[in-house]
């Protein structure tokens, strides 16, 4: 594995709460990318969305390479949330372990963003998705983040309450808050 790189895996919610607030989600991950930028180990960003299905932004791109356009949230509706999740893990999961293992990162840092409302996944549970995610945790040492509104999505998927930022709807920069905690115990796990 090389020990200066890791994989910063986002699978974004498309939903329209995003969407009201697109400036303030948009300055707040794009902050978190440059604040991430600056750490000593190297990282590589792959990207997915998810909204009436699965959208690929960037795959294993590095970070020094990332950018933003208004289109990262191009489509809303009723979201696939554990289908769109289940399918990013699997496709990494596969993609790393046809990498040579000197070439691998060493750490794998996984963040979802979701409102999880109107979850419309029709191939897999929230079992099977709580089921994968202690599968990576515990076997291949990933790290899941969670970024909601829906504190319940924690407990089903089986994040720890310490790895869920919560987003309040009445603050004015909801989403720049929860990025800016995302940012710091992504940064902590990142140089520990």
Not at 20 to 48: H, M, P, R, W
Not at 121 to 127: A, E, F, G, N, V
Request: glycine share 4%; net charge negative.
């Amino acid at each position: 594995m090389k020990e200066n790189l890791h994989e910063l895996v986002f699978i974004l919610d498309q939903s329209a709460s995003i969407k009201e607030n697109y400036d303030d989600a948009l300055s707040g991950f794009k902050k978190l990318i440059a604040e991430q930028k600056k750490l000593a180990c190297s990282a590589n960003v792959t990207i997915n969305a998810f909204g009436k299905g699965i959208i690929p932004i960037m795959e294993n791109k590095p970070i020094e390479k990332v950018r933003f356009n208004k289109n990262l949230f191009p489509d809303s509706g009723v979201c696939p949330m554990i289908d769109s999740v289940m399918k990013t893990i699997d496709d990494v999961g596969e993609r790393l372990s046809s990498t040579p293992e000197d070439e691998r990162p060493s750490k794998v840092i996984v963040t979802i963003v979701t409102f999880g409302r109107d979850n419309a996944s029709k191939k897999h549970t929230y079992d099977q998705l709580a089921e994968k995610i202690q599968l990576q945790s515990g076997v291949y040492k990933w790290k899941f983040y969670l970024v909601t509104d829906f504190s319940i999505n924690m407990e089903k998927l089986g994040i720890n309450e310490d790895d869920t930022m919560i987003i309040h709807r009445d603050d004015k920069e909801t989403f720049k808050a929860a990025y800016a905690e995302l940012n710091e115990k992504m940064t902590a796990h990142r140089t520990k």
